[in-house]
Nanobody, 114 residues
């Protein structure tokens, strides 16, 4: 079992920055990939960025060049710069273990006003 706790969401103006954090606990030795997803009202949950145990990263096209994912042991971060109103969503932390088990955090709201 892996438990995830997210923090760092909030309300900002367009062009500002936020940093999301996700701390994992429990069977952290089994974590392979860590990532961030987001879900806007009425839309599906989509990948924002992911990072493997080896440090390889993957970003969704809308956030490339603005968001940076990083990882430190059992924590994963999402630095979000130059935020836009279309980035408004609930952001979820997700981990996948070496046994392909998936765990989700509870979500943190990010609201960007123009």
């Amino acid at each position: 079992q892996v438990q995830l706790v997210e923090s760092g969401g909030g309300s900002v103006q367009a062009g500002e920055s936020l940093k999301l954090s996700c701390a994992a606990s429990g069977s952290i030795f089994s974590i392979n990939t860590m990532g961030w997803y987001r879900q806007a009202p009425g839309k599906q949950r989509d990948l924002v960025a992911a990072i493997t145990r080896g440090g390889s990263t993957n970003y969704a096209d809308p956030v490339k060049g603005r968001f940076t994912i990083s990882r430190d042991n059992a924590k994963v971060y999402l630095q979000m710069n130059n935020l836009k109103p279309e980035d408004t969503a609930v952001y979820y932390c997700k981990v996948v273990t070496t046994l392909s088990l998936t765990y989700w955090g509870q979500g943190t709201q990010v609201t960007v006003s123009s």
